[in-house]
């Protein structure tokens, strides 16, 4: 995939933003139902009727089903399951480590944001997935802190990697020997009044800047890491990617507006203040709540 194209970033007004914020709520609220329901013994299944109760409960529509036929509500995977996972039958166990990916459209607007977890919680899971699930959510908060209007889009990449390279070196200094593989077949991307829109973002470095990021920009940061390989094979469902090698695999996404008073991620429900700032990133959620309270 060539990333040497400069495409245009749609930039939105504030009345399209603070209605993808009410999108991102949907997504995020729903996402910290599904953490307190991703338990041993509950099927993906259960899990994707529960996210799209929820959805439409809200007053939105699921953006995952039946998109291009795929017939989940949220994408669940697990273990050596990177992306597209097909909620069904399978059923949870305790340590396993498992990626929820959930969309939701409202009035129009989209949200798109997915997090990772282990089932019974860190205690349960093997050292090496809960490192590999910490490290690849500092990589995504580390690839938002590095937007900022006028900047240059393939930051986010240079910055991705970069914080998965020192935190494996910290993990490596700390006697855990582990390798990370960032995913180069699946990036992030604008978001909208569609799903997926232009630009592709990268989460590794390359040698392109890309485009110039305009105030209004809204974009989805989502790295995937794999304990191993980043070669992947899609199963015979024509969704469900995994590693070639079996490693496990996180994902972690969210969907941010990039805005002359700082970053707002629409997805997360604190607006991402904390992780932005954690990740070196101006916020811009106090501004932007201001705004939506007023109206």
Sequence with gaps: MSFLRRPKIEAKTTEQILLMREAGLVV???LELMRGHAVAGVT???????????????????????????????????????VHGIPGERVLREGDLVSIDCGAIYQGWHGDAAISLIVGGPEAGRPEDVALVEDTEAAMWAGIAALQVGGRLFAVGDAVEGSAEAAL????????????????????????????MDPNVPNYSVSSKGPTVPSGATLAIEPMITLGTIETTTLDDDWTVITNDRSRAAHWENTVAVTDAGLWVLTAVDGGAAGVAAAGGASGHEHWQSRAAAG
């Design 28 to 30: 995020g609220r729903t």
């Design 44 to 82: 993906t299944g259960q899990l994707d009727a529960l996210a799209e109760e929820h959805i439409r409960s809200l007053d939105a529509v699921p953006s995952f089903k039946g998109y291009h036929g795929f017939p989940g509500s949220l994408c669940v995977s697990v273990n050596e399951e990177v």
């Design 169 to 196: 070196e910290r993990r490596r200094a700390a006697g855990q020997e582990l390798t990370y593989g960032i995913l180069e077949d699946y990036v992030g991307h604008g978001i909208g009044t569609q799903m997926h």
